[in-house]
Each structure stands twice: as C-alpha cells, then as structure tokens.
C-alpha cells in the first residue's frame, strides 16, 4: 500500500483549467505506475490517464485526449492531471491510483487516494 493524497479539485467554469496532484509519502514513489480515474454521480469509476514509473509511456482515454495530460515527477512524490478545456461532464471525484505495472483498469492498481471533487459548471 501506498498512501496517496489528492489535492488541487474544484469549481471552474466550462472552457477553465485545473492542476491536480497526487503526493506519496516514502522513498518507494518512483517503483509505481500512478493513475488517474474519476467517478461521476450514478456512474461507474473510470479510468482518465496512466503513467509508467519513469514518466516514459502515458495513456490517456479517448475522452480526455487533447485536454488533459497526466505527469509525474519523481524528486517531488508527485504525479499531476493537467486538466484544461474542461466541460461540464468531466464533473466527479477524481482518484489518484498506484499499481506496479501502467494499465487502464481498475485492478492494475492496488492503491487509492481518497479523492478530490472537480465541478464544471456550464
């Protein structure tokens, strides 16, 4: 397990930008792919982006591409979603994730932040 807190969610209008991150205590931060997924009100969770342990392979989904971009740096413990072009249905909770190899699923990572809220209002 690694613990992973959240930060950086918000409100902002259609058409804004916003910068999560994702900050990892413990010298182990760069042995992780770290992930992001999101989970909108009556949905399922779903994955947003994905990032190898160097930072070297990224994957993003076909809805995200072009508008957001996932990031890491590993002196900081950090991993970033920057997020611009935002529309109002990219409104959820947005969780940060940390598994041993990069993947899009849910059960290619075994650790989870608690989430930080994202609203785009119209």
């Known amino acids: 397990q690694v613990p992973l807190v959240e930060s950086g969610g918000g409100l902002v209008q259609a058409g804004g930008s916003l910068r999560l991150s994702c900050a990892a205590s413990?010298?182990?931060?760069?042995?992780?792919?770290k992930g992001w997924f999101r989970q909108a009100p009556g949905k399922e969770r779903e994955f947003v982006a994905a990032i190898s342990r160097s930072g070297g392979v990224t994957y993003h989904a076909d809805s995200v591409k072009g508008r957001f971009t996932i990031s890491r740096d590993n002196v900081k413990n950090t991993v970033y979603l920057q997020m611009n072009n935002l529309k109002p249905e990219d409104t959820a909770v947005y969780y940060c994730a940390a598994g041993p190899l990069v993947g899009t699923k849910e059960t290619d990572f075994g650790s989870w932040g608690q989430g930080t809220q994202v609203t785009v209002s119209s």
């Open positions: 413990g010298r182990t931060f760069s042995s992780y792919s």
